[in-house]
Structure formats: C-alpha cells, structure tokens
C-alpha cells in the first residue's frame, strides 16, 4: 500500500485505536478483536512489552490492515518497526530522527504536538497528531484548524469514546482512542456502536 492510500484508510477509519497493553499478548487480542469487529487501521504502541512481537503477529495473521506502530521516538525503533510490518509511524511529540528515517524510506508519519507551532510543523509534512488532545478538548482542536485551515490532524490522548463525534465535528481527520477501548468489556461491540453511529 503506497503512502496516498494509507493516509487515505487513516481518514477513512475516522477512528484510530491506540493498542498500549500490559504485554505482548494483550495487544494482539485487542488489534485482532478491533480488526474483526470491521476496523482496517489499528496502532500497536511501543511502550508495550514485545511490541515488535506482537506487530509482526498482527502483520502476519491480517495482511491487509494498516498497522502502526505508536510512541515512536527514536529511529532505532522507527526502523524496527518497519521491519515488523508497520505502515505508518506515530511520535508524541516532535521527534527529529523519526522524522528523517520516515522521510528517507517513504514512511507515512504522524507527528505529534500540542502548540499551534508544532500541530503546524507536523501538519506542513503530513497528517499531524495532537496530544495530549484532552487538555484542550475539540474546542482547542477547532481554534488550532482555525489557523491551519486544511490541515489533517488526529487528536489523541484520555479521549472516550463518546467524544469522539465532537473531534470529527470540530475537524479531526481522524480521532485516536486508547485505554477505554482496552478496558471495555467488549471492545468489539463498543467500535461496531460507534461506527454505526457515525455512519
């Protein structure tokens, strides 16, 4: 899948799973789970014990996902993350030597910020991440698009899933939902709800 088609299927999605598991075999069931319930785009975060592990299963068991690999902050795991089948790369922050292995290999990245400074500097390179997107909230993200009108951007960070209508609604490309997705009692039921809702 070429760049153009995997920053489409990240808009497309609307909802971005951000997998941060206590171990390697809790972030395969969740993405496994989430991509059966009819997500094509889940991210693994590297904070996660065996996250290249469990990246590479997740890769092998659904070959036509979009995969990510979050909390990217060094190129040393950029490239590992590649390697284990990764299509697009997600920082918290401004990350520089991130910024240059995605530049150098072709890798769709998504760069994290929270000023308008650095939501700007991401987003003049690709889709930009806003995090943590709760201080602010979709009224924040609203003023931030009010200067960067076209900008792609994908608030993340302590968003519920109820919200995330308001993030889409106040521009969000796409909205990225993490530890109320894990700790649902069953994730899969809560993504089909929301998307039917969305639809």
Do not use: N, Q
């Amino acid at each position: 899948m070429d760049h153009v088609a995997i920053e489409r299927a990240i808009g497309e999605a609307r909802l971005l799973p951000v997998l941060r598991t206590p171990d390697a075999g809790g972030a395969v069931r969740a993405a496994s789970t989430l991509l059966d319930a009819g997500l094509g785009v889940v991210e693994l975060t590297a904070t996660t014990p065996g996250w290249v592990d469990a990246l590479r299963e997740v890769r092998k068991a659904y070959p036509g996902a979009v995969l990510g690999a979050g909390t990217v902050t060094a190129e040393a795991d950029a490239r590992r993350a590649v390697e284990a089948g990764a299509d697009f790369l997600v920082s918290p922050y401004p990350a520089e030597t991130v910024r240059a292995f995605a530049a150098d290999t072709g890798t769709v990245f998504l760069e994290g910020g929270f000023t308008p400074g650095e939501v700007a500097a991401a987003s003049g390179r690709g889709i930009a991440k806003l995090f943590p997107a709760h201080v602010g909230g979709p009224a924040y993200l609203r003023s931030v698009l009010a200067v960067l009108p076209g900008a792609r951007i994908v608030p993340t960070g302590g968003i519920g899933l109820s919200e995330v209508r308001a993030y889409l609604d106040a521009g969000a490309y796409a909205v990225g939902v993490g530890s109320e997705l894990v700790r649902s009692p069953d994730p899969a039921a809560a993504v089909r709800e929301l998307l039917e809702a969305l639809s």
